[in-house]
C-alpha cells in the first residue's frame, strides 16, 4: 500500500494505523520507508496511531484526541516530557516501564471511553479526569495556545 501511495509522489500522506499487527522487523522497516519518502520527496506524513512508541519515535509534531476533540498539540518531546492535557498525562502514563528493578504495574485510565451516539455534554474526557470541576460537564474547553504548544482544558497540568 505504500508504494502504491507514493508512485505519484504526492504532497502529503495519511498513514492511518500502518504499523498496526506488524512484527517488529516489519514496523522497522515501514517507519524506515515513511523516513525516506518523507526526505525524498518532501512528502508530508499525518501519522496516525495508537502507537505512542512509534509517535515518539518518527513523528515531530503530536496532536491528541479524545471522542474526536482535539485536547493537545505540541512538539514531541514537549508531550513525552511535560504533557499537559490529563488525557495525555494519562496515556503516557500506560506506557510500561522497563528497569531493572521490579516493574511498576500498568496503569490505566479509570472509566469508560463513551458510545459515539452517547457523548457527554462538555469536555468529553470529564467522567474520566481527575481533575474535573463543574464547568468541565457542561462547557467545551477552546484550545489555548501558549508558548506554542495548545491545550483544551480548564485545569491543565
Known sequence: MITMATVCKPAVIIADEPTTA??????????EQLKQLQQL??????????????????????????CGRLLEVTDCHSLFANARHPYSAGLLSCI????????APVKSIPGQI???????????FA?????VEAKCRTSVPELDYANGRGVACYRPL
Open 22 to 31: 506488524l512484527d517488529n522487523s516489519t514496523r522497522a522497516l515501514i517507519l
Open 41 to 66: 520527496h518532501r512528502t508530508a506524513v499525518l501519522f496516525i496511531s495508537h502507537d505512542l512508541s512509534v509517535v515518539r519515535q518518527i513523528c515531530r509534531d503530536a496532536m491528541v484526541m479524545y
Open 127 to 131: 467522567p474520566r479526569c481527575n481533575r
Open 114 to 124: 463513551p458510545a459515539p451516539v452517547d457523548l457527554p455534554s462538555g469536555c468529553h
Open 96 to 103: 510500561p516501564q522497563i528497569s531493572d528493578k521490579r516493574p
